[in-house]
């Protein structure tokens, strides 16, 4: 049931926040406030009320979590049949990685380099001025490229959201120099 001034009450018996602070998400496609949300407030640790007029829409309830991603090594792979091969004796210098992205909003890269200081980057989805204030700042779909350069073996690459907008990874791409080594296997 939907309260009056945004109360939001009687959804489930008993709120707790094992991990994170409450978050209501407005899903209803119908309206042009699709992906707006709000913390709540627990009351009692029965009840929650939210900030703002919620009494119409479809919503979602859940829990802020940490979406964390730890990428593996890359090496190139070439399949033959059924069966992958990745060279792993190669030399590989990633020059960037183009991240696919389904609907996303805030999102962190960070490569973690051997001998350097982390590279982290925090991007928004869409700049200021490119939605109406009552909309959450969300894009469709979209491709990030992170530069990288660096040896495949001295990076690793995170991908972390902490923000109640999604972050939602299609595919993973990169591009860079491999060089065989000459190496011959009988």
Do not use: M
């Amino acid at each position: 049931t939907h309260g009056t001034n945004g109360a939001v009450t009687d959804w489930i018996d008993v709120v707790t926040s094992p991990n994170g602070a409450l978050v209501l998400v407005d899903t209803d496609t119908n309206s042009t406030r699709i992906g707006r949300y709000a913390e709540c407030t627990v009351i009692n640790g029965d009840d929650f009320t939210v900030p703002g007029d919620w009494s119409t829409g479809t919503f979602y309830i859940g829990y802020l979590y940490d979406y964390q991603v730890e990428f593996p090594k890359f090496y190139l792979t070439q399949s033959q049949g059924n069966k992958s091969r990745s060279d792993i004796n190669s030399s590989l210098t990633l020059h960037r990685l183009k991240f696919n992205f389904g609907k996303s909003g805030l999102y962190t890269t960070t490569l973690k380099r051997v001998g350097k200081a982390d590279y982290v980057e925090t991007y928004e989805s869409t700049f200021a001025d490119d939605y109406l204030v009552s909309d959450a700042p969300y894009v469709p779909d979209q491709v990030q490229t992170v530069p990288v350069y660096e040896n495949t073996n001295n990076v690793d690459i995170h991908l972390s959201s902490s923000h109640p907008a999604p972050a939602t990874l299609h595919a993973l791409s990169w591009e860079g120099d491999y060089i065989p080594r000459n190496y011959r296997r009988v």
